[in-house]
């Protein structure tokens, strides 16, 4: 069966509809059959920390509850594998 596996940030605008700078929840999108997921990762980072091509943590950054971009890049990378 054919499933796909997606990694980004869950940012949601405010209720001024501007999204916000603190830190957000880093999510795993399944999708399967149609349907979609989203699951959450356990980590937080700042939207400015986060690299969007690569979909991981800029490399020498930290999240507020001091894991670094190499703890959670492989956090992320074992969820999705």
Known sequence: MKFKVTVGLHVKPNNKGKEVAEEVGIRLRVSWAGLRCDIRSGYVIAPSKWDEANKCVKLGNKNSHGETAGA????????SG
């Open 72 to 79: 959670i890049n492989r956090g992320i990378i074992t969820l």
